[in-house]
């Protein structure tokens, strides 16, 4: 059976209509280009046309999870941008150990290695005990991951790279138990993790952080859709809070950039003044 | 090189809306050599796609910018696509275009162990450009970029392949030949002179 290497605007557009009235999770503002070719992924990898894609979608409740899983990009790395963790440490952890507490949120955290790799910044600059992390995602399967901690020995080679060019001062493996080929990151730096689930399209202000970070989300939305969320996050945020988006993720939104003062242009690091 | 009718590739260059460029090991001079020779208000945008590692940012940019009379910049997410501009592709992320166009980017998985992968700008170029587009891929040493510039062809664009005989490394260009995905195979130098020519005509106009 071959499975045809395109589909259409509109076929996209019925699929997007389908998963919102069957499973409740609306793709309607994610950038189209990327959402197709998942869709069209997800075509390959399951051998599905089109039409059988849209039935399975419709007819078998398990396999929505699958679609989930692969239509949602869980691509990260620990100390993904190492100059980005480089501006953490110079311009934001100084502002940060100011605070009573810090709490953080990793919005869109698939797998956790974000999260983690604040965990470890936050210990390293001796502010692990008054900080807490919560991870959160759209996908309840990569969460489960994430709470496990356990990443492969290959992709930790690759973290540790990451980490040293980020010029953190310890060893990367040092803060995991190796066993065979993966790596399970230290309990203690669990501590004061949660992860859970959140939908940035549906869901709403759920604490007051001093930090935030998405990096790599906005990139699969539609401006309209990025200034929604941003509201979240700017209702989200204490006053002086920092904002952190990825390193290509810009605001552009007139009336959010009056409120978020840049913190940092080349790593999109905000902080929230008015 | 026979039968190559100039005026029409001259012709069909002109009219594209966007230009592409990809390529890897070996493409950065030819590329290089093609960008230099713009001038400054160049109405057709053209976005380059070269292979590059993850953590190395801007250098591709300040060695073009700074040799460059056109504007050369680093394409951030939902950037509007503008005459005048050279687009360089992300380190360690994909580029593709948005309908209104506007770029889009994506940290999904690498294509041919490549991100930017020359094959994810080109199939999106195919989508939002169809026939209204041309693209180059130049050597390098891998087949990446080859099944994007079918796509392209297919559509209706200008698909030109770097000579695998005249570029550095040959097996990106020859898995494009391979597969017919190229309406002309050219050395370099006749692509500059074929590029320069456009220039000229378009900016005189």
Known sequence: MSITDDISLSELNELILLVKQIHGFDFTNYTKASLKRR????????????????????????????????????????????????????????????????????????????????????????????????????????????????????NIKSYAENYKQAG?????????????????????????????????????????????????????????????????????????????????????????????????SRENIYQKIG | MGNINASEIVKHLQSAEVLLLGGSAGSFMPIFNIIRSLPQNHPQPIVVVIHRGKNNFSDIENLFGDNCRILVREISDKDKIAGGHVYIAPANYHTLFEKGKTFALDVSEHVWYSKPSIDVTFESAADAYGDKCAAILFSGANQDGAKGLLTLRN???????????????????????????????????????????????????
């Open chain 1, 168 to 264: 953190m001062p310890g060893t990367l493996t040092d803060h995991f138990t190796i066993m065979y080929d993966a790596a399970s990151i230290q309990t203690e730096l669990k501590r004061n993790t949660l992860f859970s689930v959140h939908n940035l399209i549906s869901d709403n202000v759920f604490n007051e952080f001093q930090m935030i970070t998405c990096r790599n989300v906005f990139i699969y939305f539609d401006s309209e859709l990025q200034d929604k969320i941003l509201e979240v996050f700017y209702n989200s945020l204490c006053s002086f809070g920092f904002l952190c988006l990825g390193s290509k993720e810009t605001i552009r939104s007139e009336y959010y950039r009056k409120r978020l003062k840049v913190v940092n």
């Open chain 1, 39 to 154: 869709v069209l992924r997800i075509m390959q990898l399951k051998k599905l046309p089109f039409w059988e894609l849209k039935n399975v979608l419709t007819n078998d409740p398990l396999f929505f999870q699958e679609f989930l899983d692969e239509i949602t990009v869980n691509v990260t790395e620990m100390f993904r941008d190492p100059a980005f963790y480089r501006a953490l440490n110079t311009q934001v952890l100084p502002y940060l150990a100011t605070f009573q507490h810090i709490k953080i949120w990793s919005a869109g955290c698939s797998s956790g290695e974000e999260p983690y790799s604040l965990s470890i910044l936050m210990q390293e600059a001796g502010l692990k005990s008054k900080s807490f992390i919560y991870g959160t995602d759209i996908n309840a399967e990569m969460l489960s991951q994430a709470k496990k901690g356990i990443y492969s020995l290959r």
């Open chain 2, 155 to 205: 559509k209706g664009a200008l698909t030109i392949i770097q000579d695998p005989k005249d570029a550095e490394m040959h097996v990106m260009p020859q898995a494009a030949v391979d597969i017919n995905a190229g309406e002309f195979i050219l050395p370099s130098e006749q692509i500059l002179k074929f590029m320069r020519e456009t220039f000229a005509i378009t900016n005189s106009q």
